[in-house]
Structures are given as C-alpha cells and as structure tokens.
C-alpha cells in the first residue's frame, strides 16, 4: 500500500515536471527575449513631459533566442541561419564590446543629451564604465522617437581580463536630467548576468567567420605597424650610410 501511494505521488511529480517543461518549451524564444528587454516610463507632473525608455541587454541566450525565432518564422536553413547570426554578431561587435540597444520615445519638451556618452554608464560590479562608443544620433536634439546601440567595454583595458568575470549583475544608469520628466529620479536598468556566457556565441560556422575577420583585422594592423617600422629602418640606415660616409671624408689624407 505504501509503496503504492509513493508511486502515485512520483508519477503526479513526473506529469507536473512534463507540464511545466511544455509550457516552457512552448514559450519559445520569445519569453527568453522578454527577460532581456526592460521597460521604463517617466513622467512630469501634469503628464506635461513623459519619457518612455526600452533597454535591451544582449546576452547569449538573448542572441541565440533571436536568431531562433528568425530562423522559425522564415523557415530557414541551417546554413541560412548561421549567415544570420554572422551578420547579427558582427553588427553587435560582442567579440570587443557589451553592446545595449536603446530607445527613447519622448512627448513634451525635446531632449538635449549631448555629449551621449556623458549622460549614460554601465555599473559592472561594483565599477562604473563610460561607453566605448555609441550611435552618433543620440548627440541631436531629440522630439519623439530614437533607439541605437550603445557600446561598453568588455575587457580590462590594461589587464585584458573580461569585466564580466564573477559579475553577478550589470546596471545601466542614466542621469536623471536627460529630461523633465526624469528629474529627482533614478533611472536605471538592472540585468542579472552571472549565468550568461559569451562565448557559447562563437561556436560554429558563424563563430568561425567572426574569428576570421578578427585575425584578418589583426594581420592588416600588424602589417601597418610592420610598414611604419620599415620605414623607420630606412630613415635610420639612410642616416648611418651618411654618418659612414662623412667618416671617410673626414679620414681622407
């Protein structure tokens, strides 16, 4: 009878486990691109100003998650898919930077935001980054809608280890006058981060391209240090072969 009543209950375990995971499953991309993507509005009182701001993390999971649903909703093929994800990748520069994309959707009063990169960090532990580089259109006055991406860097520019190393989570902070509607008020953007992994990314035939368009960049710089020191070499060997030159005149009877 026990061993019964332990087997009911294991077996109305396994279909609740078996449920779940098809309503996960079922989900799809679509509930893992929705963790990523963070909303905020903000509003002056009197709605005179209202701000509406989306920020979107870019996480593996996040790229993979999209890449899928593309590759879904086209019926694509394998190897339509991995040129997709090449082209998505590349355009996300993550082999070099945290890229976040960002938009603004602004009713009142126009933003003035420039310099961009003075108006927005990235908290990565307990340190502050400033962006590495971002879309230029966040410098113009700004009445209504605009997004782009926002670039931060992922590697210590000294040491070279990646930032995000036993980071538990990424904060992204804007200072409150961006707008009337945010003044007095945090705005801020918090992803949790310690379980994302960059470079399960660049596995793969995609991968693959993107490493060698990075060696080829490599190459190409190498190859321009090694012409600027050829040069160097030349002004050099050009200046013994007069200071020898002179010797001998000098030495000359």
């Given at each position: 009878?026990?061993?019964?009543?332990?087997?009911?209950?294991?077996?109305?375990?396994?279909?609740?486990?078996?449920?779940?995971?098809?309503?996960?499953?079922?989900?799809?991309?679509?509930?893992?691109?929705?963790?990523?993507?963070?909303?905020?509005?903000?509003?002056?009182?009197?709605?005179?100003?209202?701000?509406?701001?989306?920020?979107?993390?870019?996480?593996?999971?996040?790229?993979?998650?999209?890449?899928?649903?593309e590759a879904e909703k086209n019926l694509?093929?394998?190897?339509?898919?991995?040129?997709?994800?090449?082209?998505?990748?590349?355009?996300?520069?993550?082999?070099?930077?945290?890229?976040?994309?960002?938009?603004?959707?602004?009713?009142?009063?126009?933003?003035?935001?420039?310099?961009?990169?003075?108006?927005?960090?990235?908290?990565?532990?307990?340190?502050k980054y400033s962006p590495s580089d971002?879309?230029?259109?966040?410098?113009?006055?700004?009445?209504?809608?605009?997004?782009?991406?926002?670039?931060?860097?992922?590697?210590?520019?000294?040491?070279?280890?990646?930032?995000?190393?036993?980071?538990?989570?990424?904060?992204?902070?804007?200072?409150?006058?961006?707008?009337?509607?945010?003044?007095?008020?945090?705005?801020?953007?918090?992803?949790?981060?310690?379980?994302?992994?960059?470079?399960?990314?660049?596995?793969?035939?995609?991968?693959?391209?993107?490493?060698?368009?990075?060696?080829?960049?490599?190459?190409?710089?190498?190859?321009?240090?090694?012409?600027?020191?050829?040069?160097?070499?030349?002004?050099?060997?050009?200046?013994?072969?007069?200071?020898?030159?002179?010797?001998?005149?000098?030495?000359?009877?």
């Amino acid at each position: 009878m026990q061993v019964k009543r332990i087997l009911t209950i294991l077996s109305i375990c396994l279909f609740v486990i078996t449920i779940f995971s098809a309503i996960v499953f079922a989900a799809g991309p679509d509930s893992i691109i929705s963790r990523w993507e963070k909303k905020e509005s903000y509003s002056e009182a009197g709605d005179s100003a209202i701000l509406k701001i989306n920020a979107t993390y870019y996480a593996a999971e996040y790229v993979e998650a999209v890449v899928q649903r593309e590759a879904e909703k086209n019926l694509w093929t394998q190897d339509e898919m991995e040129n997709y994800k090449y082209d998505f990748l590349k355009s996300l520069q993550m082999d070099e930077y945290i890229p976040i994309h960002i938009a603004f959707d602004s009713f009142g009063p126009s933003l003035h935001m420039a310099p961009f990169d003075r108006q927005v960090s990235l908290w990565i532990g307990k340190k502050k980054y400033s962006p590495s580089d971002y879309d230029k259109r966040f410098n113009f006055k700004l009445m209504g809608k605009r997004d782009g991406l926002v670039y931060f860097p992922r590697y210590d520019e000294k040491t070279g280890k990646p930032l995000l190393e036993n980071v538990d989570s990424v904060r992204l902070v804007f200072k409150d006058g961006i707008s009337t509607a945010t003044m007095g008020k945090t705005v801020e953007f918090i992803w949790d981060v310690y379980r994302d992994d960059p470079t399960k990314l660049f596995e793969g035939k995609a991968a693959s391209q993107i490493e060698i368009d990075r060696l080829i960049k490599r190459i190409e710089k190498l190859n321009g240090q090694k012409t600027q020191l050829e040069a160097q070499l030349a002004e050099i060997q050009a200046e013994l072969d007069k200071i020898n030159q002179r010797i001998d005149e000098l030495r000359k009877p």
